[in-house]
């Protein structure tokens, strides 16, 4: 029986293909992703070339903080196993803080909002303002409630929650889709995140025993990206 058992290798041409398949799978989809994202900027009222360079700069600066104050502790918490030297050496403790902004997820979101709520005001007029201003309170208090703040971490504030709230906002405060809808969403998701999920919770930065607490990095940077291309789907 062991006679009937046939072997087939696949020849260099075939592992070379499936290679080169591989990599066209792994190159592929981020850039259809990409594109997908680019698309949803562009119905915002972005050129191509604009939405996608906006996409690409929020993804490359989430890994570029800005340092901007440093909070000095005034004591540190010593574990009893830490309060023994070991081997004569101290036990390094967290003494400060460096609180920084984030490029990506703080720094350009806000700038893209400011623009986008300029040009709306242009077509809409100033009527505009008190909807965004509405929203983006509804947004702050939903991230101010769901944002957990873990000792060690920093700010975690939900993926999703914060986009759909923008997202309901933006279609109950303007009456319905268009552009005013997604402006209004698109503002009340970024601001009112960044105010909810990290402002309203820097007083807790001293307790977190972390080197670097990012506003729109870290635990925050999803949820702003999310809070800038759902709106698209109200545009």
């Not at 696949?10 to 592929?28: D, H, Q, R, T, W």
């Not at 991230?143 to 000792?151: A, D, F």
């Amino acid at each position: 029986m062991s006679n009937d058992i046939r072997f087939f290798t696949a020849g260099p041409l075939s592992l070379v293909a499936l290679i080169i398949l591989v990599g066209l799978v792994i190159l592929i989809i981020p850039l259809l992703l990409l594109g997908l994202v680019g698309a949803a900027f562009t119905k915002l009222g972005f050129s191509w070339i604009t939405a996608l360079a906006v996409v690409l700069l929020m993804l490359l600066g989430s890994r570029i903080n800005i340092p901007v104050y440093r909070i000095r502790r005034d004591t540190v918490r010593f574990s009893q196993k830490e309060s023994f030297y070991r081997n004569g050496a101290v036990p390094s403790q967290l003494w400060e803080t460096i609180l920084s902004v984030n490029f990506g997820g703080a720094v350009l979101p806000v700038c893209v909002s400011a623009y986008l709520l300029y040009r709306a005001t242009q077509i809409a007029g100033t009527s505009l303002l008190y909807p965004v201003g509405l929203g983006v309170l509804a947004v702050v208090l939903v991230s101010t409630i769901t944002t957990r703040v873990i000792p060690g971490r920093g700010f975690t504030v939900p993926l999703i929650l914060p986009a759909l709230a923008a997202l309901l906002a933006g279609l109950l405060l303007s009456g319905g889709t268009g552009l005013s809808a997604a402006v209004i969403a698109f503002v009340s998701g970024t601001v009112g995140t960044l105010l909810g999920a990290n402002v309203a919770h820097l007083f807790t930065v001293k307790d977190l025993e972390v080197p670097v607490v990012s506003i729109g990095g870290g635990g925050t940077f999803g949820a702003i990206f999310l809070c800038c291309i759902l709106p698209a789907l109200i545009a």
